[in-house]
């Protein structure tokens, strides 16, 4: 074929999906059209598949799904429990990304919501990817310290989460609102609120596309499963909150130790999962709900208010601001000076 002008790529990218339905077939490895296994673990809301996420997927209907998240092998050489090949060539791992992503473009609702994690460098190609299949949402940054420094390079400090629907607006939108950022030591303002702080909400404030509470799971009494990524339920229950509603459907083509699958579960979400390795971890996480229960419980507490309650304890101990004595000062000024402008005007 030579080397396709751009106006013939561009038709092609235009018309994408219909081109991927007449070659995918011949895209799709033998090993890859195998009979896809059985489901490993069930719950009532939950199916979980020991499968390779481009075997399961052609199976799964198209528009079915509500919330897709995906957290692919990021390529680094990594070694996981299943021994998947982490060092692929440039060109093979993305081509393996479109294929999945391709099939999360097909089986995801209309008005659905997709999010892939993966490095900023990876995600650049995820995007221009989905930009002619999906609509373009957010490009969330996470905060989170990688491990070393790269000489000649800068500090690599976030992760990057893309946010796409399908159509024109996500049929679920409801971002959790956040506490107001505050000294972790005295507990004090960060920034400077001057006069407006009667107008501060006291349900908490917005949501931004970068977010610096997300902690990664390190520490062993917390990790699930050694040797992978796992990520935090935090993480996992801010997106589910966020873009899904009791009862949908969420799909996680890449388990590791299952924290989208235990977070769905929790917050009554119904999900399919899929992992190529072995799910002995899931499944014991599945099957014993109790602490991350109580975590996600208490966590939830902090959320959708300006104060967290110890903050807010801690805030009155020492004398500062809170939102009932702004509001209480306010109105104290507001019938000061409505005393003025009736004495004025007698
Ligand atoms: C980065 S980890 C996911 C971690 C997960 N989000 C968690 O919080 O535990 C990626 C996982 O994808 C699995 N994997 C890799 N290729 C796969 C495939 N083709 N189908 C299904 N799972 C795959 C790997 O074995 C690995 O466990």
Not at 20 to 26: G, M, N, P, V
Not at 216 to 234: D, G, I, M, T
Not at 260 to 272: D, F, G, L
């Amino acid at each position: 074929m030579g080397k396709p002008d751009r106006k013939l790529l561009a038709a092609i990218q235009r018309h994408s999906a219909r081109v991927y339905d007449l070659i995918k077939d011949d895209m799709i490895s033998d090993s890859e059209k195998k009979a896809v296994s059985p489901i490993v673990f069930e719950t009532q809301r939950g199916k979980l598949y020991q499968e390779d996420c481009l075997v399961l997927m052609p199976t799964v209907a198209d528009d079915s799904v509500d919330l897709i998240f995906a957290d692919p092998p990021f390529n680094l050489n990594k070694l996981y429990p299943s021994k998947i090949d982490d060092n692929l060539k440039e060109e093979h791992y993305l081509r393996w990304c479109e294929r999945w992503a391709e099939e999360c473009v097909r089986i995801l609702k209309p008005g659905g919501s997709l999010f892939i994690w993966n490095l900023p460098r990876w995600n650049t190609h995820m995007a221009a990817f989905l930009n002619n299949r999906l609509t373009f949402r957010h490009w969330i940054a996470v905060d989170v310290k990688y491990s070393l420094p790269i000489p000649g390079r800068l500090y690599p400090s976030h992760y990057s989460l893309i946010y796409y629907c399908k159509g024109d607006k996500p049929k679920t939108f409801h971002p959790d609102r956040l506490p107001m950022e505050i000294c972790p030591h005295c507990v004090g303002d960060l920034r400077d609120y001057g006069g407006y702080k009667h107008k501060m909400n006291p349900s908490g404030v917005n949501m931004t596309d970068v977010w610096y509470d997300i902690p990664p799971v390190r520490h062993a009494k917390y990790k699930k499963r050694k040797n992978a990524n796992e990520l935090s339920v935090r993480l996992m229950d801010r997106i589910i909150e966020m873009a899904s509603e009791e009862g949908d459907l969420v799909f996680d083509p890449f388990g590791g130790s299952g924290t989208t699958y235990v977070v769905s579960e929790m917050k009554k979400r119904q999900w399919i999962g899929t992992e190529i390795g072995p799910v002995d971890d899931i499944v014991s996480r599945l099957e014993n709900l109790g602490d991350e229960v109580e975590y996600l419980e208490k966590m939830r507490k902090d959320y959708n208010c300006l104060f967290t309650d110890r903050c807010l304890k801690k805030r009155i101990e020492y004398g500062l601001w809170t939102p009932e004595s702004v509001k209480k000062k306010h109105a104290k000024k507001q019938q000061q000076k409505r005393l003025f402008v009736e004495n004025y005007n007698q």
